[in-house]
């Protein structure tokens, strides 16, 4: 059985994927909902350059505080929306918690992906889009590719480098990340959903 890091909550199974830190979480005492919305599409991906308030300088999905009286799911709409002109039929692929200290709450973030969106992206007063190239992208998307520069972890929040690769296999996770006061990643958890095994009869 795993032990869940405080803040996760899941009934069913799961496999850890990233473990590492200090020995204890950091406390908190009430939590936030927000969202963050990633396309991903022909071997590239969509992350936006944030260049306003929290986050500023680092490059992330689109998304940004749940209303009140709105679902996750609606304001994951509404914020990449906002944020980069566009729709898309999210899908929600996971969670994650994060704990800033200095900041008056933990942050619980639905994280959404599509592979097709509608719409025409444009830059906006908090975020500048931009396409990166995927990892490993198969052979046909080579063309779409180039030119673009890989996924820009040193400019990303520093647990990113953890559950990306889950996001853009199209799996299912949850984690959890504590940082520093500078943005260091001082503790982590993240574990995935098993994929189901191919039935081989
Ligand atoms: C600590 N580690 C983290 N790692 C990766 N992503 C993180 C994050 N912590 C917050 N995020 C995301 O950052 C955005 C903040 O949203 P933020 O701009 O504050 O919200 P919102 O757009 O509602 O703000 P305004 O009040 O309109 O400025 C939102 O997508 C949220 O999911």
Known sequence: MLTL???IIFDG?????????????????????????FIIRNGKLLLGYKKRGFGKGLYNGFGGKVDPGETPAQAALRELKEES?????????????????????AFHIDIFRAEEYDGTIIETEEMRPQWF???NADAPTQ?????????PFDHM?????????????SRHFLGRADFDTEG????WWFGAVPQTPVDSR
């Open 5 to 7: 890091p405080p803040g």
């Open 13 to 37: 199974t799961l496999e850890e994927v990233a473990n590492g830190g200090e020995n204890v979480w950091l406390p908190y005492d009430r939590k936030k909902l927000y969202t963050n919305a």
């Open 85 to 105: 002109g566009i729709t898309a039929p999210l899908e929600h692929c996971g969670v994650l918690f994060f704990v800033v200290p200095d900041i008056d709450h």
């Open 133 to 135: 190239a995927l990892p």
């Open 143 to 151: 063309d779409e590719q180039k030119d673009l520069q890989p996924i």
């Open 157 to 169: 929040w520093k647990d990113d480098v953890y559950w990306m690769p889950l996001l853009l296999a």
């Open 184 to 187: 260091n990643l001082k503790k």
